[in-house]
Each structure stands twice: as structure tokens, then as C-alpha cells.
């Protein structure tokens, strides 16, 4: 099943390293946000989205890219995010928009990710060396039980 990871991973590359493990596991192409060629698109059978969360959602640039793709049928897709409270329910917005332009919602996994925003600099941010190791390994075990059409 040909399949793209595409992450967008600006702060300090927490969402980087859950997108590597997810593509090794899946042997799925990967590519940033900004690599990605939206015209070839269409060749991908499954593609994974993920960033970071900022204010409570997936990057703006995620949703922009999303919302200029064509619709879409028979397209499978899965959501990933690293934040520092890690909340499950950060990947609804985005999931909802992909619903929308008609893919298939596989597979959501969200993990913690070291958070420097705002009043946490102070401290050193919180979730510090997050994503982890069990992290990634549980970022693998997603990916490995995700429905392989
Ligand atoms: C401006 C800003 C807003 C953020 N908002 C949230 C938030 O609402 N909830 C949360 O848990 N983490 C929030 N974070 C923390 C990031 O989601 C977290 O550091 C994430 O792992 C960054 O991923 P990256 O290193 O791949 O960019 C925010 C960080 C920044 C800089």
C-alpha cells in the first residue's frame, strides 16, 4: 500500500522523530509539510498527518494543505501529534477537516512532547525528553496495527 508520513515539526523536532518511527515501521515515504508536492497527492493509497499542537489543534499549515487538497474517495489517512499535555482529543479538529474532504480515519495517536510555550520556558518547559523512548516504541506498535487495505 503505497503510503506517505507528511509532518510539519517547528519547535524542537518532538513530532520528527514520532513521524521516522511511523514511516520505518510502515516503510512509507516521508516527507515534511513543506517537501510535500501536493500534485502527487492522488498517488497515495494511506497518508499520515501530524505536528505538534498549538492551541489546542494540529499547525495552521496543516489545515491550509488539507483544506486545498481535491476531495477525495477510497483515500485511507491517520493523525498523529506530539503536544505537552497530550491530549487525545487534539487530533478531532484535524481528523474532522480529512473526513470532510472524504478520507477514511484509521488510526489517531497522540504522545507527549517537551513544551516550552509561554509561562513553561520558566521551568524548562514541561514533558522534557518527551517523546521518549516508550513512546516511540508505542508510536511503532500504531503503526504496525494499522488496517492495511
Ligand atoms: C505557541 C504554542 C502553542 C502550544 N499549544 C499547546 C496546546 O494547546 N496544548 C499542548 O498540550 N501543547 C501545546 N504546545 C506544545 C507543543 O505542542 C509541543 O511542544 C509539540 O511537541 C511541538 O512539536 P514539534 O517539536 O514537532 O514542533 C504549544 C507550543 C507552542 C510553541
Redesign the pocket.
Known amino acids: 500500500m503505497k503510503t506517505l508520513v507528511l509532518?510539519?515539526?517547528?519547535?524542537?523536532?518532538?513530532?520528527?522523530?514520532?513521524a521516522a518511527v511511523i514511516a520505518e515501521t510502515l516503510k512509507a515515504e516521508i516527507k515534511t509539510l513543506e517537501d510535500t508536492d501536493r500534485e502527487r497527492i492522488p498517488e497515495y493509497e494511506m497518508i499520515g498527518f501530524?505536528?505538534?499542537?498549538?492551541?489546542?489543534?494540529h499547525?495552521k499549515t496543516l489545515f491550509d494543505f488539507v483544506e486545498s487538497l481535491p476531495e477525495t474517495k477510497n483515500k485511507q489517512a491517520f493523525v498523529f501529534?506530539?503536544?505537552?499535555?497530550?491530549?487525545p482529543e487534539?487530533n478531532t479538529p484535524l481528523e474532522s477537516v480529512l473526513k470532510k474532504k472524504g478520507f477514511q480515519i484509521t488510526g489517531s495517536f497522540a504522545c507527549?512532547?517537551?513544551?516550552?510555550?509561554?509561562p513553561?520556558k520558566l521551568v524548562g518547559?514541561i514533558?522534557k525528553g518527551?517523546?521518549d523512548e516508550s513512546d516511540l516504541q508505542l508510536a511503532r506498535e500504531f503503526a504496525a496495527a494499522l488496517p492495511l487495505k
Open positions: 509532518y510539519k515539526s517547528l519547535c524542537h523536532g518532538n513530532t520528527q522523530k514520532v501530524g505536528s505538534g499542537i498549538f492551541y489546542q489543534k499547525h501529534s506530539t503536544s505537552g499535555l497530550c491530549l487534539f507527549k512532547g517537551w513544551d516550552t510555550w509561554g513553561y518547559g514533558a518527551r517523546p
